[in-house]
């Protein structure tokens, strides 16, 4: 490639995708939302004792530095000269929580992951000092339930539980943070001068903040007596927060930052009114955009941030639907049963059988999250037969994907009164074609996917790209680029479709009400 043609790429955008099971940097051009390169990193997960879920926070910051110095490494093999990279964005994994001191920049704990369960009790203490235990007391001011989920009550928990973390707190040594906070002070310098802050969707997720006022309200930091002082500033998702202060991008601007639902919403230029998207990452996540009115649930959905894309920008809602197992399951039959040796083969495992053969698969490993929000659930798999094998559980494992997807779809249809008549998706598992025509099949509507499923990364890079002071990426509707996509069509009649739907309905009241906090112990140390 000629130095000529190297110049025609114009500004380029790097995106810094931190997921639950692995951690990603990509760059895109600015001009045309080209993917040119990426790498990425699969991150271990912790599991000390049942229903915890750990990740060292020194892991993940190494795994985003390997990332872009990979990544730069490819740009220049391909002859790409990475001084056009002119803005970096962060998106991540939200509610996981981090605490660590700030003047040695070290982590207090691990970072305890969106889908731990250990605050289950945290959670039952809080709730009796509520009228009535209503979990959604706080709904009107943060958008969610009392619930394991949110960032709140690990950080109780922290508190409660970790000496050392009580005592920096004391020492004024302690901040908190979620994955983008900790990501972007470690990379604007750390303890040398880092910038703790998080964006107004991060915020949005840890049941501290008032997504009216935008601030953190202090009556929720009362009730679950968390010091103020520990909490990171929060800013719009497009600004210059800071420059990169090592590495082979030193002195680029981090100016986007979106909690990764949001991204992805943003990725696939969800901006009217009633436009909404699914990720199927570790769980599965539909956003619907409310625009600039904050629309509160009657079916179990959250009312959340969607993005706030510069300071003097309006805010923009989204009503949520979360799925805490999706690709999980996937991870699940391959690192615990063993049936598959790689996610991919559960794919071919589904399209030998084409069916289920009457077994169903409720993942709720976790509990379940929208739109039961029903802590004591755990897994099952019923309807087995001699006749069962391992590909018939493939097959109900993709398809309790799909039927937890039409739970959450139901769930907005009915609060937005308009239905979806099609349903945009992106994520890792969307690779699948099985689980993507499974999809349109359940939900009896098309399934539309972008030929490039990669919109978290690419919904940060814009916000990076848009922010006042880089101003490389247009988000103004007459200049996003129109994006391919291959779509699946129902297949099967909707008499069966709704058959299988009750069917699956009947397994999940069989999950619940499986577990309680008082459990004794088991012998595993717990």
Not at 27 to 41: C, D, G, I, P, Y
Not at 175 to 189: A, K, V
Not at 201 to 218: C, G, K, Q, V, Y
Not at 440 to 459: F, N, Q, R, W, Y
Request: aromatic share 8%; hydrophobic share 40%; charged share 20%.
């Amino acid at each position: 490639m000629a130095a000529s043609d190297r110049m025609v790429l114009g500004p380029l955008v790097g995106s810094i995708d931190q997921g639950t099971s692995s951690t990603r940097f990509l760059v895109f051009n600015a001009k045309t939302a080209e993917l040119l390169s990426h790498h990425q990193v699969e991150i271990q997960q912790k599991f000390p004792k049942e229903g915890w879920v750990e990740q060292d926070p020194k892991e993940i910051l190494k795994s985003v530095h390997e990332c872009v110095e990979r990544t730069c490494e490819k740009l220049q093999q391909l002859n790409i000269d990475i001084t056009n990279i002119k803005a970096i964005g962060v998106s991540n994994q939200r509610e996981t929580t981090v605490v660590w001191d700030k003047t040695t920049g070290e982590p207090l704990y691990n970072a305890i992951v969106w889908l731990d369960l250990r605050t289950q009790s945290t959670v039952e203490r809080l709730l009796k000092r509520i009228p009535g235990k209503n979990k959604a007391f706080f709904k009107f001011r943060t958008g969610l339930p009392l619930s394991t989920y949110f960032s709140a009550v690990k950080l109780r928990w922290l508190l409660d539980n970790v000496e050392e973390i009580r005592q920096a707190v004391d020492d004024g040594r302690a901040m908190f943070g979620t994955i983008d906070s900790w990501l972007i002070w470690s990379l604007t310098g750390g303890k040398n001068g880092g910038v703790h802050c998080t964006d107004v969707t991060n915020a949005s997720r840890t049941m501290l903040f008032n997504i009216h006022s935008l601030e953190w309200d202090p009556e929720l930091c009362q009730f679950f007596d968390i010091p103020m002082e520990i909490l990171p500033k929060v800013r719009s998702s497009s600004e210059i927060y800071g420059l990169m202060k090592s590495g082979a991008l030193t002195g680029v601007p981090i100016s986007g930052c979106l909690g990764d639902q949001s991204a992805a919403l943003v990725g696939q230029m969800c901006f009217q009114d009633g436009q909404a998207k699914n990720t199927y990452g570790t769980g599965c996540f539909l956003l619907c955009n409310t625009g600039q009115k904050c629309v509160f649930s009657e079916h179990g959905l959250l009312t959340t941030i969607a993005y706030k894309l510069g300071r003097d920008k309006p805010v923009c809602y989204a009503l949520e639907g979360s799925v805490a197992i999706a690709g999980a399951v996937v991870r699940w039959l391959r690192d615990n049963l063993g049936i598959v040796k790689t996610s991919q083969e559960v794919e071919k495992l589904a399209a030998e059988v084409g069916t289920s053969y009457g077994c169903y698969f409720v993942p709720a490993f976790s509990g379940l999250y929208a739109p039961y929000w029903e802590p004591s659930a755990r897994g099952i798999i019923c309807g087995l037969t001699q006749f069962t094998n391992k590909n018939h559980i493939a097959f109900a494992a993709l398809e309790a994907v799909c039927f937890q997807t039409r739970e959450i779809l139901d769930a907005i249809n009915k609060d937005c009164g308009i239905p979806l008549n099609q349903l945009q998706v992106d994520g890792g598992m969307t690779n699948n074609k099985v689980l993507m025509q499974l999809q349109s099949d359940i939900l009896c509507i098309p399934v539309v996917k972008p030929s490039m499923p990669e919109t978290t990364a690419l919904g940060a890079a814009m916000a990076a790209g848009a922010a006042e002071g880089v101003g490389i990426w247009s988000l103004n509707p007459g200049d996003l680029t129109a994006v391919t996509c291959e779509r699946f069509e129902p297949q099967i009649n909707p008499e069966e479709s709704e058959y299988r739907y009750a069917r699956w309905k009947k397994a999940v009241l069989k999950s619940m009400g499986w577990e309680t906090s008082e459990a004794p112990s088991n012998g595993t140390g717990k």
